[in-house]
């Protein structure tokens, strides 16, 4: 079992200001102080994203995407800031519907974010889509009357168990690639409607209908994508969010093959995305993950990240939000 009272006390004794309000929100739903917010938005150009590079006006998709996942855990993503950063992320889908960089990041972006690589392509449209169906829902949410959408209602058919038993077993990882996770011709989001979804909201509805259309086209008969792992865990939260649960199941059943080799950063980035669209705590895929993340947590309460320890609080708040 994970030991989340040792995961706080590590966040508490190595995080910065801002991880510790992190921990807040995700135990308590503390809210930040407006100050402290206001630092965690600093940055934001004039067009609504954040940067890849500090002090420049040019935002990058990718850079906006990891700065509403800090918000989120702040509870900030309803604030202005977020919004604007949703908006910009929405008018820059491209009209096959995905997302790339600005070709002028070519050589500032990451390796998982260059412009022109059909992989950070389809990483960066699992990124955004599924930003966009967290805000969706969580406006949803907040309509509807109390309680109602505490939870996504899980389905019978995948809630609990595979539905073959084969999907249980965990045979040697085959080394999918695991990840780190031009401008817009058209905006596919104006004036579409999602078609069979009562769960989210419609801000984003057309760009996340458009999305899933475009990640769809790249599953593979195995449940994987010609692209980074964290594409698998992204599109299968959405996929489960849009009622697409064969096609999340299909997934699902790769990552679970894949789990007992998977690293803490990812065990934990996979259970998060799942549990913030809602999927049940006792879904197979989180039990896996939850097992895996027990193995791998550290004495000192903590998780390694992929990207070097100065991020190991980053994992470890993934984490918690993973097994809360």
Known sequence: MVDLDAAIGFVV???????RARLSWLRAGATPSPELLDSAE??????????????TDLASVDATCFRLAELDDLGALGRPAARRALDWLASRQQA??????DAALADDAPWWARPGDPEARLYLTATVTFWLTVADLDAARAAAPPGRWSTHPPDPRWSAHPPDPRWSAHPPDPRWPAGPPGQATGSPHAGNQLAGNQLAGDAYAGSVQAGVRALVGQLQPDGTFPSYLAVGWLSAAVFHQQELFYES???????????????????????????RVGVDE??????????????TQRSDGGWESDDGHQFDVHTTLAAIRACR
């Open 249 to 275: 199941a299909r997934i699902q059943v790769a990552l679970a093959d894949r789990m007992p080799k998977l690293s803490p950063a990812n065990a934990a980035s996979l259970a998060a995305a799942l549990r």
């Open 42 to 55: 600093v940055g934001q150009t004039p067009t609504g994203g954040w940067p890849a590079v500090w002090g």
């Open 13 to 19: 004794a190595h995080g910065d200001a801002v991880e």
């Open 96 to 101: 096959d519907g995905g997302w790339e960089e």
């Open 282 to 295: 006792q879904h197979w895929t989180l039990v896996a993950a939850r097992r895996r993340l027990t193995e």
